[in-house]
């Protein structure tokens, strides 16, 4: 069964250090792959997706992902954490079924220290 | 472009209550919609899809349904609330072609008491 997982549930970084957040997959498709984020009480937003083409993608606020196949990886970073980065982040893949679904991760809290 | 609306943004209901979450697409027509509940400090969990007025598909065995009475509008329902239906609820609609993204509401925040 297709799935994805995110190692660590909270990840704590210093503002101005790397941020990498990690997001493994299981398809038996080549799949679609997307980052979300999520500020407490509000819906999710895009950072960045894969569908083809360059497997590394470049998102909004700074943040970039690798698609690896081999490992089947799809890794969330930032350069430089911003106390703005604070927020719940979501891997998914778009999977397609019967119909077209999107399965997320459970998710990873970042936390950024002054 | 398009959007779409989700309300109300907050919802306190008593248990045995009734409920009803409505969400409405702009800008698109014939999406794939959604419903998704977010339990707190928990994943998404998808609800209901709908890949056509009338249509719809439940992921999981609960105490809602959903409804699409319009191609552009869905609607999230029970007859009685239990403890266990709070959570953050999220409506999503998703293009039927192609390999983007899904698009959501801003969610309702229901909590049954």
């Known amino acids: 069964a297709q799935s994805v997982t995110q190692l660590g549930s909270h990840v704590s970084v210093s503002e101005g250090a790397l941020v990498l957040l990690r997001c493994n997959y299981s398809?038996?498709?080549?799949?679609?792959l997307f980052w979300y984020v999520q500020y407490p009480n509000q819906g999710l937003q895009l950072l960045l997706k894969y569908t083809t083409g360059a497997t590394l993608v470049k998102g909004i606020n700074g943040f970039e992902a690798e698609f690896k196949k081999s490992e089947t990886s799809f890794h969330l970073t930032k350069p430089s954490a911003h106390m703005s980065d604070a927020a719940e982040y979501f891997c998914a893949v778009r999977l397609k079924t019967s119909y077209d679904k999107v399965i997320f991760g459970p998710g990873t809290s970042l936390s950024v220290i002054p | 472009s398009q959007t779409i609306h989700q309300w109300p943004a907050t919802l306190v209901q008593p248990v045995g209550s009734p409920l009803s979450l409505e969400c409405t697409v702009e800008g698109t027509s014939n999406p794939n919609l959604y419903w998704y509940r977010q339990a707190a400090g928990r994943g998404l969990q998808l609800l209901f899809y709908?890949?056509?007025?009338?249509?719809i598909s439940s992921e999981v065995p609960q105490n809602l349904s959903a409804s699409r009475p319009q191609d552009r509008q869905f609607i999230l329902s029970s007859k009685k609330l239990l403890l266990s239906d709070s959570g953050f609820y999220l409506c999503a609609w998703m293009l039927v072609q192609g390999r983007g993204e899904a698009f959501f509401g801003q969610g309702t925040r229901l909590t049954v008491v």
């Open positions: 709908s890949v056509g007025i009338g249509q």
């Open positions: 398809s038996s498709v080549p799949p679609y």
